[in-house]
């Protein structure tokens, strides 16, 4: 699933561009098309063209994992899940023919300028949501974990009143929004922190240095356009950097213990038994 620096990277090449991508800033919409109904979480494709069509995008942000497109007087959020993608392209084909579309794409944006978004969505978990209030969506989000108003002490105060084990609690998109299974595995290996400690159990020490391990991973999954570990992604380098996701029986780069893999909350976390140890826990 895109995490926060995918969705991140998303964003930033819907709003400036990036190789063959162009910017859809100022584009306006001039026909919608779905073709898999549930994409669209509530309403219908005519509500959606009644809504959209002669709307202009304004601006193109990120909430947590959702991708949250601006215009006149509306807003289309969506959420890639498992398998969502965005692709901006032409409508028509080198050839002068119009471009058919990819098999799996779920919901098209067709511009005035002749050039279109396309959500394709393989395994169709994606929802798309059109809102003249985004908070009707967004509103239950935690902090976001780049937020400079997220301060230590604030993270802190957070983390001590929850007595739930570090992993889920991260993965807890109403605690913080954005963070998923490889960089929360990531972050707390840096931090030196066990998936399965409690977190009330934390100093503030511990605490700060988890919001920087946070943030440390992330600002480097941004740096590299996220990570391509399957057919999902495209384009990214993170990969390249990970210390212990998918890292099942390689050694530690700090201490070369071998990195094990178990499952918390059903999802598959990685870890190192030396640098990870649980600490002040009675489990």
């Avoid at 190789?19 to 306006?28: A, D, Q, R, T, V």
Wanted: aromatic share 6%; glycine share 10%.
């Amino acid at each position: 699933m895109p995490e926060l620096p995918e969705v991140e990277t998303i964003v930033r090449s819907l709003n400036s561009g990036c190789g063959n991508i162009e910017p859809i800033l100022g584009k306006s919409v001039a026909q919608v098309k779905l073709t898999w109904k549930r994409t669209l979480s509530r309403g219908s494709i005519h509500t959606l063209r009644k809504r959209l069509i002669g709307q202009t995008v304004q601006a193109v942000k990120r909430r947590g994992k959702f991708v949250v497109i601006q215009f006149d007087a509306q807003h289309l959020l969506i959420h890639l899940r498992m398998s969502g993608d965005l692709r901006v392209e032409g409508s028509v084909g080198e050839n002068g023919k119009p471009r058919p579309l990819q098999k799996h794409d779920r919901l098209v944006l067709e511009f005035q300028d002749g050039s279109r978004l396309a959500f394709n969505d393989t395994r169709k978990f994606g929802r798309a949501w059109l809102t003249e209030n985004p908070q009707e969506v967004l509103g239950k989000l935690g902090t976001e974990p780049l937020d400079p108003a997220l301060t230590p002490g604030k993270f802190h105060q957070m983390i001590s009143q929850r007595k739930r084990q570090l992993k889920p609690l991260l993965l807890d998109q109403t605690f913080l929004a954005g963070l998923g299974n490889i960089y929360v595995d990531e972050a707390l290996f840096v931090a030196q922190l066990h998936p399965l400690q409690i977190a009330s159990t934390l100093s503030p020490r511990q605490s700060e240095g988890l919001l920087k391990a946070i943030r440390s991973v992330l600002r480097k999954g941004i740096r590299c356009n996220g990570a391509s570990i399957d057919w999902v992604y495209r384009g990214g380098q993170f990969q390249n950097n990970f210390c212990v996701y998918q890292r099942e029986g390689q050694p530690c780069p700090a201490c070369g213990t071998t990195i094990q893999r178990m499952l918390v909350g059903q999802r598959g976390t990685h870890y190192c038994p030396n640098c990870q140890q649980i600490l002040n826990n009675n489990l």
